[in-house]
């Protein structure tokens, strides 16, 4: 049937004898081909990454680059071309992977790129500014997300992302979010890189918020010290804040670094990370009261994936965020001086479910659950918020 072109009902049997319980080589790569020529391209990757570490391991990464290629990732494509060629292949096979790689050479990337998620949603505790307490208001929101980026030459790429959360119900908790960046990049077969200038503004209740200045670097590494580990990558950050005239306590310095890891076995995906971020904030002072509003902070993050058929994917997440204010606030309490320094931790859990409608479209739903602790009781809050959004990538 594959062979006579019967693409639908070869898929239907392979499947069906998965299910009966046959697991081979041979049926994961039979499938790879037929979702990749049925334009099911995270399921031909699904399939296609279950021959890895088997001695059909260059095979896989060849078709693993052709499953890049036609999501016109060309770096991608280039690292596993790449990777055939590092295994000695068969010589039809190496020269298969010479030509793909030729080709690449003469081949621009695509020039600008872009992904939109629009989502509806409950929230249980509707959070303020960022350094205060949730306000324990409940309500209905919705939210878009976009991000895009254009290439002005292969070494030069114009980028830009946008939030938006509107709450029908309370729209003083409204906010939005723009950036934009000029990013430099280069890549070789171990590494990709970008550093570049990145500007943001965001809002709050129609108010301006925050506007940031400031430099980016990325790296990626295609393989990591840890062998299980497919690649690695690095954030460092450093801007000019400067508070809207409502915040002016907000200007002062922000900083971060960031280090993360993925891996993918099978129908599994891990990813890891780790942040610091620092700031040093001007403080809201009024009279002998103060509030700080510059942590210091350390993230922890692991993300848990699994494709359990060829469209639906299960996945949770953790988060642990430790913060430590640089100042110590100060109230009134019964007429009372006190001081104390804030010292946050936070968890966050996660919870979702992806249905891939195609190769561009896919459907989300997740329910987040936030419990927050600190040394200062008035921060102390727990949280639900539940969402469904469709993704596009454009």
């Given at each position: 049937?594959?062979?006579?072109?019967?693409?639908?009902?070869?898929?239907?049997?392979?499947?069906?004898?998965?299910?009966?319980?046959?697991?081979?080589?041979?049926?994961?790569?039979?499938?790879?081909?037929?979702?990749?020529?049925?334009?099911?391209?995270?399921?031909?990757?699904?399939?296609?990454?279950?021959?890895?570490?088997?001695?059909?391991?260059?095979?896989?990464?060849?078709?693993?680059?052709?499953?890049?290629?036609?999501?016109?990732?060309?770096?991608?494509?280039?690292?596993?071309?790449?990777?055939?060629?590092?295994?000695?292949?068969?010589?039809?096979?190496?020269?298969?992977?010479?030509?793909?790689?030729?080709?690449?050479?003469?081949?621009?990337?695509?020039?600008?790129?872009?992904?939109?998620?629009?989502?509806?949603?409950?929230?249980?505790?509707?959070?303020?500014?960022?350094?205060?307490?949730?306000?324990?208001?409940?309500?209905?929101?919705?939210?878009?997300?976009?991000?895009?980026?254009?290439?002005?030459?292969?070494?030069?790429?114009?980028?830009?992302?946008?939030?938006?959360?509107?709450?029908?119900?309370?729209?003083?908790?409204?906010?939005?979010?723009?950036?934009?960046?000029?990013?430099?990049?280069?890549?070789?077969?171990?590494?990709?890189?970008?550093?570049?200038?990145?500007?943001?503004?965001?809002?709050?209740?129609?108010?301006?918020?925050?506007?940031?200045?400031?430099?980016?670097?990325?790296?990626?590494?295609?393989?990591?010290?840890?062998?299980?580990?497919?690649?690695?990558?690095?954030?460092?950050?450093?801007?000019?804040?400067?508070?809207?005239?409502?915040?002016?306590?907000?200007?002062?310095?922000?900083?971060?670094?960031?280090?993360?890891?993925?891996?993918?076995?099978?129908?599994?995906?891990?990813?890891?990370?780790?942040?610091?971020?620092?700031?040093?904030?001007?403080e809201l002072e009024s009279g002998p009261e103060r509030v700080s509003v510059s942590p210091w902070q350390h993230r922890l993050d692991l993300e848990l994936g699994y494709r359990v058929s060829p469209d639906w994917t299960l996945g949770s997440r953790v988060?642990?965020?430790?913060?430590?204010?640089?100042?110590?606030?100060?109230?009134?309490?019964?007429?009372?001086?006190?001081?104390?320094?804030?010292?946050?931790?936070?968890?966050?859990?996660?919870?979702?479910?992806?249905?891939?409608?195609?190769?561009?479209?896919?459907?989300?739903?997740?329910?987040?659950?936030?419990?927050?602790?600190?040394?200062?009781?008035?921060?102390?809050?727990?949280?639900?918020v539940l969402a469904l959004t469709l993704e596009v990538m454009l």
């Amino acid at each position: 049937m594959f062979r006579q072109g019967h693409l639908e009902a070869a898929r239907d049997c392979l499947e069906a004898a998965r299910t009966m319980g046959l697991n081979s080589l041979s049926l994961s790569y039979n499938l790879g081909v037929v979702y990749y020529r049925l334009g099911r391209l995270p399921a031909a990757e699904q399939a296609f990454r279950q021959l890895l570490s088997s001695p059909h391991e260059a095979l896989a990464r060849y078709n693993l680059g052709l499953v890049a290629l036609a999501r016109d990732d060309h770096e991608q494509a280039r690292s596993e071309f790449l990777a055939v060629m590092a295994a000695r292949p068969p010589a039809a096979l190496a020269q298969l992977a010479r030509e793909r790689l030729s080709e690449l050479e003469g081949t621009r990337p695509v020039p600008a790129r872009g992904y939109l998620s629009l989502g509806v949603g409950y929230d249980s505790n509707i959070a303020g500014l960022p350094d205060t307490a949730a306000s324990r208001q409940a309500g209905g929101m919705t939210e878009a997300v976009f991000a895009g980026s254009v290439d002005l030459s292969p070494a030069w790429r114009l980028e830009g992302a946008g939030w938006s959360q509107f709450y029908p119900g309370h729209p003083q908790y409204n906010g939005q979010w723009l950036q934009s960046g000029l990013i430099r990049q280069a890549s070789s077969e171990t590494r990709q890189q970008a550093w570049g200038v990145v500007l943001s503004q965001s809002w709050f209740d129609r108010r301006a918020f925050e506007s940031r200045y400031g430099l980016e670097g990325r790296w990626r590494w295609r393989r990591c010290a840890l062998v299980w580990l497919d690649h690695c990558q690095g954030v460092a950050d450093l801007a000019r804040v400067e508070g809207g005239s409502l915040y002016e306590a907000y200007d002062g310095y922000w900083w971060r670094l960031r280090a993360g890891a993925e891996s993918r076995r099978d129908a599994w995906r891990l990813s890891l990370g780790y942040e610091w971020e620092g700031n040093d904030r001007t403080e809201l002072e009024s009279g002998p009261e103060r509030v700080s509003v510059s942590p210091w902070q350390h993230r922890l993050d692991l993300e848990l994936g699994y494709r359990v058929s060829p469209d639906w994917t299960l996945g949770s997440r953790v988060d642990f965020r430790y913060s430590r204010y640089a100042t110590t606030d100060r109230w009134l309490e019964d007429g009372t001086p006190v001081a104390e320094r804030r010292v946050d931790r936070r968890r966050d859990l996660t919870l979702y479910a992806e249905y891939d409608i195609n190769r561009s479209w896919r459907a989300r739903g997740q329910w987040r659950f936030s419990d927050n602790r600190s040394r200062i009781d008035r921060y102390d809050f727990q949280r639900h918020v539940l969402a469904l959004t469709l993704e596009v990538m454009l």
